[in-house]
Structures are given as C-alpha cells and as structure tokens.
C-alpha cells in the first residue's frame, strides 16, 4: 500500500467534489472514507488508475450521505452528476483548493487552521502546536469552521494573505517538525509565485529556498539537530541559495516590505556568511526589529532576544529575554544557549535538561540533552 500515493491524490479528490457542488465538510467526510476503503481494498486488489478510483469512490460516499439527508433537495442532479470510473484530470488542485478553504466566510485564523488539516496533513495537535494554543481550543476552531462552510458556495475564493500563511505552516511543520512536507510547500508557492505578482509572494518563496538550501546540514547521523553555527555549510546548496537572494533583491526594489522579505533578509545574511563568526548580527538584528514592527509576534521577540545576545554579548540577549513570557517554546533553550555564553554553566546545564523535556521533536530533544550532558561533563572534570 502507497500510503505516500493516497496523501498526494486527496487535495485533488478532495477539489473535484466541491467543484461538483459538495459542500466541504461533506466532501471532505466523503474522502476520508474513501480512503479507508482503498486501505482496506487496495493492498489485496489495486485498481489501475487510483485516482480515477478515489473519484468515483468518494463521489459515492458523499451521494450515500446525500440521500440520507431529507433536506438536499437536489439528490436526483447530484445523482446524475456522478462521475464515470476513469482516469482523473491531470491537473493540480491543491492551490486552488487552498484558496477555497480561505473563503471569506471564515475568519483567517479559522480559514488557516482547516486548510492546515484538511488540505496540509498536520494533525490538530501540530496546528495548535504552531499557534500556541491547546489542542482542544485548535480541534474548537476547526469544528466551527467546518460548519461555517456547510452549505457555502465555492464561488468566493480566500485572500492571497491567509494562503500565504498557510503555506508558511506548512513548510515551517515540513521543515523542523516530524512530516515532511517542505518541498510540498515550495513547489506551490512556486506555482503561486508564477501566478500572482505580489512582493510577498516572493519573499516567502525566497525564504524557503534559503531555509530549505540548508536542509542537509541541520541534522547529525543520529538525527540530532545541527545548530546554524555548527553546520557544515559546504552542504549548504549554493544554487537554491542564489536562487533565493535573487528572488529576495527583486521583491525589496519594490519597497513594499513585509514580514515573509524582512525574514528572508535575516536568512539571506545568514547565507551570505562564509563562517558562523562572520556573521552580520548588528544587521540581523536591525531587520529583527523590523519584524518586530511588521508583526509583534512573540517569538520573533524570542528569536530577536538570539540576536542581540550575538551583537551585544549574552547579558544584553537575556535582558531582552527577560522581557517576554517564559512559557514561549524554545525559551527554556534561549535562555541555556545565553547563560553558557556568559560563563553559567551550572544554570545553563539545568535549563538544557529542563528544554529537552519541552522540545517538540525528536531531533531537537536529543540535541538539547546532548548539550545538558556535554555542560554536566565539564562541571564533574
């Protein structure tokens, strides 16, 4: 069973039943049986075209669920509309089915979160995760969305904002967290990119490629994170890094500056850095405050926190971490990172520990108690 297969063909199943008239929730209810079917029928009896079977299986289900309805006063249409089994068309949904979910019924906030499930692959727990919020508020939002669409036309789609921000979700989950879906991201922010001339477009699309330039650097053999400053950067890939400063160059001439270019700034001079020591900091840190301004975002204060710690020495960086709440993930580890850089080994050892119990991935808990080991090492000789 091609379990790879079945995740890549739902946004498009998923996209010809709303075009068909299927209200999402529905639709989407339709082609989450449709796959259990294909879980169970496939391995023993696969069909010849998988696309063309998912189609004409999930059509079913909703039109099962339609005339079970009483109020769907169109069965007989929706009856006549099913399609025959057969090849699918060839052409790639998921885009478009990422504006249907931003449809201007929902909140963005709520438009972000069900696109993130339905159409993304995170689990509830990954989007609360990314949002900072309980799962059980996230699994609330998403619910609420669901029925918000029930019965909505799909003649409306969302704004290129919200979609942008679920395709920086996506990659960011695809990038450092326990599902690849990367290189998923990029290759439809392309797509969005060819279609839509909008600075940010660009800039989101350059600072995945300059992220994803590094991706075969940040983790270890074991698959511990690598951290910037100690990856080898001779495997960093020099052509998505060109490819992305160029991107990024084009979108500020224009001088309409958000917050998907003013991140692509920092990684672009991050890049730009033959060695960890000749790192720009003072201008990474002048582009953190522009993102401060963009967008006042906890953890871009966090990260900023990193920044001045490198630019003005460690006791500046926690003085600046001192100002923000200490339940913001990856804090625990700001503050290690800082408090061994000035000389606490002890506090930085505890707070290592205490990181690697929060961290959110595998990779990254066995880096922070590699580091709580490595410091508790030196204390003991």
């Not at 689990?123 to 995760?129: S, V």
């Not at 609420?144 to 904002?161: C, N």
């Not at 979609?163 to 392309?190: H, K």
Request: glycine share 6%.
């Amino acid at each position: 069973m091609d379990e790879a297969l079945l995740r890549s063909l739902t946004p498009s199943v998923l996209a010809l039943l709303v075009r068909r008239g299927a209200d999402f929730a529905a639709a989407e209810d339709a082609v989450q049986e449709a796959l259990v079917e294909a879980l169970r029928v496939w391995p023993s009896d696969p069909p010849r075209d998988a696309k063309g079977w998912l189609v004409t299986v999930a059509w079913r289900k909703f039109l099962d669920q339609a005339r079970a309805d009483a109020a769907r006063r169109r069965r007989e249409d929706l009856v006549r509309e099913e399609p025959v089994p057969g090849p699918g068309p060839a052409a790639d949904d998921t885009l478009r089915l990422y504006f249907l979910c931003a449809h201007p019924s929902l909140t963005p906030s709520s438009a972000i979160a069900l696109t993130l499930r339905a159409v993304g692959g995170l689990t509830t727990r990954q989007i609360a995760r990314a949002y900072l919020v309980p799962e059980a508020t996230m699994a609330q939002r998403i619910s609420r969305a669901k029925r918000t669409l029930a019965g909505v036309r799909f003649d409306q789609p969302g704004d290129v904002a919200t979609v942008l921000r679920v395709l920086y979700l996506v990659f960011n989950e695809g990038y450092s967290g326990d599902v690849d879906l990367a290189a998923e991201a990029i290759r439809l922010t392309r797509q969005l990119a060819a279609a839509v001339d909008h600075p940010e477009v660009a800039g989101l699309l350059a600072l995945m490629l300059l992220h994803h330039a590094r991706r075969a650097a940040r983790t270890a053999p074991d698959g511990s994170l690598v951290p910037l400053a100690e990856q080898d950067r001779g495997r960093w890939d020099t052509g998505l890094i060109a490819e992305g400063v160029a991107i990024l160059q084009t979108a500020l001439a224009r001088d309409r500056l958000g917050e998907y270019q003013a991140q692509a700034a920092i990684a672009a001079l991050h890049a730009d850095a033959p060695r960890a020591e000749e790192t720009d900091w003072v201008q990474i840190v002048e582009w953190y405050d522009e993102l401060v301004r963009l967008t006042d975002s906890p953890v871009v204060r966090l990260n900023r926190a990193v920044a001045v710690g490198e630019a003005d020495g460690p006791r500046a960086g926690l003085a600046a971490l001192a100002a923000l709440d200490a339940a913001l993930p990856r804090h625990t580890a700001v503050a290690a990172y800082l408090h061994e850089r000035d000389g606490d080994l002890e506090t930085a050892a505890r707070l290592y520990a205490e990181a690697a119990h929060k961290a959110p991935s595998l990779g990254e808990r066995r880096h922070l108690t590699h580091q709580a080991a490595r410091l508790n090492a030196r204390l003991r000789h």
